[in-house]
């Protein structure tokens, strides 16, 4: 059986690594949808065309070739015109202008099609800010991730040290609080949750704690978990 699991949630509240995480315990592919906006926005700054200006960013759309490649080692890497560009998506600049490129809703039309076929062809754990409203409406399991805006910011922080990313605590809760206020309030597909979504709400639970909590949701929705379990990958 094919089956979908829909995660949603502001920026910063862990849906990425908590996917990966179900992902493996599961055996189903992460789908990561904010690092396909991430692409648009590195072709819109590369154009060196305003992130904000409805009009230049469609005009760009057709000539932004965006492909997805599934590496068993890496997990997803995002191709732009055939280059992977996974590395370079991940700044503040390129989150700001993913945030802003992801409130024009020609770029969502663009992104639809792509997002639906990747959860027609296999069993997905897919997360985002509109999965489970828009993208992916009929998944069985609908999460909306969520925690406080200080704690996402510290635990981007420490992610950001790990990976040798520089950049201050300050940058990134205003990043964070800009997002929120954006992501939110936009007209098109903004985030929310959907009607039949579970709110989980990871203020105060570890890594491991969340895991476990998310999989009770899994499990009270799919029944059995599917194949997968257990089998320490
Ligand atoms: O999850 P992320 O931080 O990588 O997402 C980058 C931006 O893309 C975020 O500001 C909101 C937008 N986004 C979206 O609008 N819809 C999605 N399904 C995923 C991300």
């Known amino acids: 059986m094919i089956f979908a699991i829909a995660i949603d949630g502001p920026s910063g509240a862990g849906k990425s690594s908590m996917a990966k995480a179900l992902s493996k315990i599961l055996g189903c592919i992460y789908v990561d949808t904010g690092a396909i906006y991430r692409t648009v926005a590195l072709a819109v700054r590369r154009a060196e065309a305003d992130p904000r200006d409805a009009e230049a960013v469609e005009r760009l759309l057709p000539k932004i070739d965006i492909s997805i490649e599934y590496n068993p080692q890496l997990g997803q890497r995002m191709m732009l015109c055939g280059e992977d560009v996974s590395a370079l998506i991940r700044t503040t600049e390129i989150s700001k202008y993913a945030s802003d490129v992801s409130a024009i809703p020609a770029v969502r039309a663009f992104l639809l099609e792509l997002q639906r076929g990747l959860a027609r062809k296999s069993s997905v754990i897919m997360d985002g800010r509109d999965i489970g409203t828009v993208v992916l409406p ?4 609908k999460i909306f991730l969520t925690a406080a805006p200080e704690e996402r910011a510290r635990r981007r922080q420490r992610e950001n040290e790990e990976k040798g990313i520089p950049s201050t605590y300050e940058d990134i809760l205003a990043n964070i609080i800009y997002r929120d206020k954006q992501d939110t309030e936009r007209a098109a597909a903004p985030l929310k949750p959907a009607e039949d979504a579970v709110r989980v709400d990871t203020t105060a639970l570890s890594f491991d704690e ?18 997968g379990e257990g089998s320490g990958e």
């Open 210 to 227: 969340s895991v476990a909590a998310l999989l009770d949701v899994v499990r009270a929705k799919l029944g059995a978990l599917p194949a």
């Open 138 to 141: 009929d998944a069985q399991v």
